[in-house]
């Protein structure tokens, strides 16, 4: 199976923003939608929004929308998502899953381990 | 948004007995497409989810025949046919017919 690899564990002051990269193996990249899902503690799935690297096309839920940005590098084959503004809610691991080359529909296929972001004084 | 309830939201098995997830949703997914974009997940303890069903029936590849998803439109089920230890975590169902991307609320599977 495809492996997505996350970067590591971000601690953050309430205010501040953070940046989460998503590796995925060549080849399909640009062709993989690549979705982020996050997880409070103790609490279920909630998903955020997604990217279609080429030709990096978005969308995210109304809630996010003026403070996620989902961005793509296909030199390295890595997604981003950036937040901003954060607050002790967005506490949470992060994940990243691809759809396998579809924008529409599909199973998220392979997801990343998960980034544990701490949002904190 | 596209609400998706599931029950129960727990539930204790002895191992080789069967298992059942209900998961309701407040709108239709079947699209004019002939796809119904509904999916079952399992996340076990301290892991990321994994794929279990795609499109309402499809098992994902490597999972079990003891896992079999059905349903239509507004109402599905995911049934373990024979649980094993290895079940133990909490399923989601999930929906991509529409924007956005909603799951249930998850049930939590123990083994008694």
């Known amino acids: 199976q495809v492996q997505l690899v996350q970067s590591g564990a971000a601690v953050r002051k309430p205010g501040s923003s953070v940046k989460i990269s998503c590796k995925a193996p060549?080849?399909?990249?640009?062709?993989?939608?690549i979705n982020w899902v996050r997880q409070a503690p103790g609490q279920g799935l909630e998903w955020m929004g997604r990217?279609?690297?080429?030709?990096?096309?978005?969308?995210?839920i109304p809630k996010f929308h003026d403070r996620l940005s989902l961005t793509a590098d296909k030199s390295t084959s890595t997604v981003y998502l950036q937040l901003s503004r954060l607050t002790s809610e967005d506490t949470a691991i992060y994940y990243c899953?691809?759809?396998?080359?579809?924008?529409f529909g599909g199973g998220l296929d392979s997801w990343g381990q998960g980034t544990l972001v701490t949002v904190s004084s | 948004d596209t609400v998706l309830t599931q029950t129960p939201l727990s539930l204790s098995v002895t191992p080789g007995q069967p298992a059942s997830i209900s998961c309701k949703s407040s709108?239709?997914?079947?699209?004019?497409?002939?796809?119904?974009?509904f999916y079952w997940y399992l996340q076990k303890p301290g892991q990321a989810p994994q794929l279990l069903i795609n499109?309402?029936?499809n098992r994902f590849s490597g999972v079990p025949e003891r896992f079999i998803g059905s349903g239509s439109e507004t109402d599905f089920t995911l049934t373990i046919s024979r649980v094993e230890a290895e079940d133990v975590g909490v399923y989601y169902c999930?929906?991509?017919?529409?924007?956005?991307?909603?799951f249930g609320q998850g049930t939590k599977l123990e083994i008694k």
């Open positions: 999930m929906q991509n017919k529409h924007l956005p991307y909603t």
């Open positions: 899953a691809r759809v396998d080359g579809r924008w």
């Open positions: 990217i279609l690297p080429t030709p990096g096309i978005t969308n995210f």
């Open positions: 709108q239709s997914l079947l699209h004019t497409d002939g796809t119904t974009y």
């Open positions: 499109e309402v029936s």
């Open positions: 060549g080849g399909t990249f640009t062709t993989n939608t």
